[in-house]
Structure formats: structure tokens, C-alpha cells
Nanobody
Framework: QVQLVESGGGLVQAGGSLRLSCAASGGTISGYTMGWFRQAPGKEREFVASITWDGASTYNGDSVKRRFTISRDNAKRTVYLQMSSLKPEDTAVYYC??????????WGQGTQVTVSS
């Protein structure tokens, strides 16, 4: 059973940047699409970005397009989310997940990102 651990969250001012990491242990991310999601208090979980197994294709949610970039290093079993031009509405707990077939079945515990205005 793979374990995913997110890190890199914190408090940042609006307009700033953060880089989140998601490290896998006990299993591999190679061959799997990986995704980032977020959930703000009182809101439903929202898709942020995903990346195919080989890194050839990435997809971003509409609210983060041109501001967030997902990448991966399969050798390090790590997925990254580079976030720039952060806004207060980006405040949320950010989760990474591994996709099996059509569903994201393995999730990390999340990392808090807080953007102050």
C-alpha cells in the first residue's frame, strides 16, 4: 500500500509562491497518473492539477490555470505543485493522490496552505 506524504505548505502573502511536494513510500508512482486536489473550509474538494505517468501531459483546474504547475520525478517518487501569484482564495488543505484506472484511490493526509491578503 503506497503512502503519500505532502509537505511544503505554510503561510504566504498574496502574490507569493509556494512549492508543494508529495513523496511516496511503500509503493511506486511510476506508471500512475498523479493529481493534486484542495479543500477549503465549508467547500467541496476541488481538482487542482494532474499529470500523466510519464509527465507528458498535465491538466489544470480553471481556477489555477497559468498560476500553478504540476511536475514529477519518478526516480524520487515525488510529485510537485509549484504555486505562484497566490490569492487568498487559494487557501485550503492540499492533497495529492494516485490514480488507479478511473479513480484516485490513494490519498495523502494533506498540507495546509494559507494565503493572507
Amino acid at each position: 500500500q503506497v503512502q503519500l506524504v505532502e509537505s511544503g505548505g505554510g503561510l504566504v502573502q498574496a502574490g507569493g509562491s509556494l512549492r508543494l511536494s508529495c513523496a511516496a513510500s511503500g509503493g511506486t508512482i511510476s506508471g500512475y497518473t498523479m493529481g493534486w486536489f484542495r479543500q477549503a473550509p465549508g467547500k467541496e474538494r476541488e481538482f487542482v492539477a494532474s499529470i500523466t505517468w510519464d509527465g507528458a501531459s498535465t491538466y489544470n483546474g480553471d481556477s489555477v490555470k497559468r498560476r500553478f504547475t504540476i511536475s514529477r520525478d519518478n526516480a524520487k517518487r515525488t510529485v510537485y505543485l509549484q504555486m505562484s501569484s497566490l490569492k487568498p482564495e487559494d487557501t485550503a488543505v492540499y492533497y495529492c493522490a494516485r490514480k488507479w484506472s478511473t479513480e484516485y484511490t490513494d490519498w495523502g493526509q494533506g498540507t495546509q496552505v494559507t494565503v493572507s491578503s
